[in-house]
């Protein structure tokens, strides 16, 4: 496939997801899509006359050839929507970057990835909540995200980093900056350890609206999202709310009622947005973290099994498609990962299905 034409077409302004997977489909890769006439253009859904034009007229081909150029200066590595290594994570939200660009050495596809948000005015109460958490969270070898702003967010990549836990900062702008500048050091610091990601071109200035786009990457790339602090306004609303909008787990760290910065995890809480938590165990228990299985011994019943209904659901799709990771059986189930954790966690003790390496299932 054409790097060239991918960047080409995530240049394409109002180009989101929906229509990148249209014609995508449509014409069957992205270098067909740049060599399609007019009528053929004009067939595609969603695709109107400003958009045909731009892909008739090649505009957006200087801008791939600057940034095609600065990717390989800079040696940043870029993941198209169709790309096999793209976040399998990410990939499954409707609204997923067609092209995201990556600086560091983490394993975007980690068998747990958690992101840690709250608010930019962080009390010591949020920042020692930051150091326990990620420490006690280390034995199961996360990869921590966040946003790299000040607050909750530096305090997760900072006590990630003391620890050698890798973690990612996800930018609202591109890779050829740091914002803010004060955490450019830190930023350094992550790409031994963990590393950068945005959807956003080089050239790209940290503008208003590119953090909550920001955030749905946040939300996205994880299986679990933690909230320490945060106003009843703010980021760390939204990537909660994005977070429960994928289906994806949300927890959050209660406070005092009068307390600015605990008002909206105590709002997350008491409206069923979240889970609440005091401490990493929780975490380890809902979604089923704590729980080793010893599979060797597990045999398939010889009397027939009743399922119930989420069980037969899960049986169901992985008779259909042999063996799934647990973001993908999630996915498809519409199931959080804590309550398919639970539930197949039933199916192993029955015999109805096993697990393998990397959190991956199968029907016996």
């Not at 969270?137 to 702003?149: D, E, F, Q, T, Y």
């Not at 498609?321 to 996915?331: N, R, Y």
Request: glycine share 8%.
């Amino acid at each position: 496939m054409s790097l060239f034409h991918q960047i080409a077409l995530s240049c394409l302004p109002g180009i989101g997801s929906v229509l990148a997977r249209n014609l995508l489909s449509y014409f069957g890769n992205e270098e067909e899509i740049f060599k399609a006439k007019s009528k053929q253009l004009s067939k595609v859904p969603g695709i109107g006359p400003k958009t045909k034009e731009l892909i008739l007229n090649h505009e957006v081909f200087r801008f791939a050839e600057d940034e095609l150029k600065f990717i390989e200066k800079y040696k940043i590595r870029p993941y198209f929507l169709t790309d096999k290594d793209y976040p399998k994570r990410l990939k499954n939200c409707a609204d997923a970057p067609v092209m995201l660009y990556f600086k560091g050495n983490a394993d975007l596809n980690s068998t747990k990835i958690i992101s840690i948000v709250g608010t930019r005015n962080a009390t010591e109460y949020g920042k020692e909540i930051c150091k326990s958490l990620i420490f006690d969270l280390k034995k199961h070898n996360p990869l921590i995200v966040s946003g790299l702003a000040y607050g909750i967010d530096f305090a997760s990549h900072k006590e990630a980093h003391k620890l050698a836990i890798p973690s990612i900062g996800v930018l609202a702008h591109g890779l050829d900056r740091i914002y803010p500048a004060q955490h450019r050091s830190m930023a350094e610091k992550m790409l031994d350890c963990g590393g950068l990601l945005t959807e956003f071109m080089s050239g790209t200035i940290p503008d208003r609206e590119n953090f909550p786009k920001r955030n749905r990457i946040i939300a996205g790339l994880c299986d679990v999202t933690i909230v320490v602090e945060a106003s009843i306004k703010g980021g760390a609303l939204i990537t909660a709310e994005l977070a429960n909008s994928y289906n994806r787990d949300v927890f959050a760290f209660p406070g005092r009622i009068n307390d600015e910065f605990s008002l909206g995890c105590n709002h997350l809480i008491k409206t069923n947005r979240a889970n609440l938590i005091t401490k990493a165990v929780d975490i380890e228990y809902i979604m089923g973290w704590s729980t080793e299985v010893d599979t060797s011994t597990i045999t398939q019943l010889s009397l027939p099994i009743n399922l119930s209904g989420d069980e037969e659901i899960i049986a169901k799709i992985l008779s259909n498609k042999g063996s799934l990771a647990i973001d993908e059986l999630s996915f498809l189930t519409g199931f959080q990962q804590s309550k398919l954790v639970h539930t197949v966690l039933g199916m192993e003790m029955q015999g109805i299905l096993i697990s393998l390496p990397g959190k991956v299932y199968k029907l016996v």
